[in-house]
């Protein structure tokens, strides 16, 4: 059933949370895809991990606001040690880019730099978030599941179809299924518009991956080929995403040598992509230089 309409929230999580997914959403997921080790690392108020445990998955939940920055920490990291890194099932429920704000207004006192809602332009939040759903990636299993529920969004009349534009960060080869999902309870959806030509955008989607063999290097050579037909592939993301193989400390010449693995083609379109390279990673979230051609992730 690729249609999916669940009015009620159900009693996990916390009902106060703005833009919270439904529970009957996960259990839907978990009974399809049967995972026995699920983590969330964007878990809000704990709807999944609440669900998964009722159905006796074991679950890790993460997040930005408990310390945890999907951006520059290895998920694979913080699953327990008997996982070995690996989880069957990464699946994340993410702001829609400024639609609703969470740090400094949901939790906390003031607007944190990485939360994906606080991104000052559509750009900025395609590369952080396709940076996160690499990293999610990384953190399953070959023939594991890694996933994302996301909506579109309208401001100012445009229409931002934000679900359609971050595949292009993804490879396709490892693409399984969209799932369409009625929205509902929304605050939206309880205001009257003057002008509202095109109808209230009422549904959101649900993205699943399967991840194949092949390090990250062989995905985003393929996902820079299909970025390279769009021609809205961006040197962060790449970087970003090519790095994380790399372990907790590595050089710059490692650097280098993950981006050439990653994008052979991109390299050859620019005659300075070394610059461009020691450039984004003094601009990449957690990430330090303690000494010239060295670079660590921040503890």
Not at 14 to 19: H, L, M, S, V
Not at 73 to 83: F, K, T
Not at 190 to 217: A, C, D, M, N
Request: charged letters at 20%; hydrophobic letters at 35%; glycine letters at 8%.
């Amino acid at each position: 059933m690729s249609l999916l309409s669940y009015p009620e929230r159900g009693p996990w999580g916390n009902a106060k949370w703005r833009g919270n997914c439904s529970g009957y959403i996960y259990r839907h997921l978990f009974q399809l895809l049967s995972p026995q080790r699920f983590c969330d690392p964007m878990v809000g108020s704990g709807t999944s991990v609440d669900v998964a445990r009722e159905m006796g998955i074991e679950a890790v939940g993460l997040d930005l606001h408990s310390g945890f920055n999907v951006l520059s920490q290895p998920i694979r990291l913080h699953l327990p040690a008997h996982w070995n890194g690996q989880a069957d099932l990464c699946f994340s429920h993410p702001p829609y880019h400024t639609m609703v704000t969470y740090s400094g207004a949901q939790w906390g006192n003031e607007a944190h730099p990485d939360d994906l809602s606080r991104c000052s332009n559509l750009d900025e939040f395609y590369e952080k978030l396709a940076l996160a759903l690499l990293n999610q990636r990384d953190s399953v299993k070959v023939g594991g599941i890694y996933g994302t529920l996301l909506g579109d969004l309208r401001q100012k009349g445009a229409y931002h179809a934000l679900a359609s534009d971050i595949q292009a960060y993804l490879p396709r080869s490892e693409r399984r299924a969209i799932l369409i999902k009625a929205q509902h309870n929304t605050q939206s959806g309880t205001r009257t518009y003057s002008k509202l030509r095109f109808g209230r955008i009422e549904h959101e989607y649900i993205l699943l991956y399967e991840r194949q063999p092949g390090q990250v290097y062989a995905v985003l050579a393929e996902t820079v080929q299909t970025q390279q037909e769009t021609r809205t592939r961006s040197w962060k993301a790449i970087i970003g995403a090519a790095i994380l193989g790399l372990g907790e400390t590595f050089t710059t010449a490692q650097a280098y040598q993950a981006v050439m693995n990653a994008a052979p083609e991109r390299i050859q379109q620019s005659e300075h992509w070394q610059a461009k390279v020691r450039q984004t990673l003094q601009q990449l979230p957690g990430l330090t230089n303690p000494e010239r051609g060295v670079w660590a992730r921040a503890a």
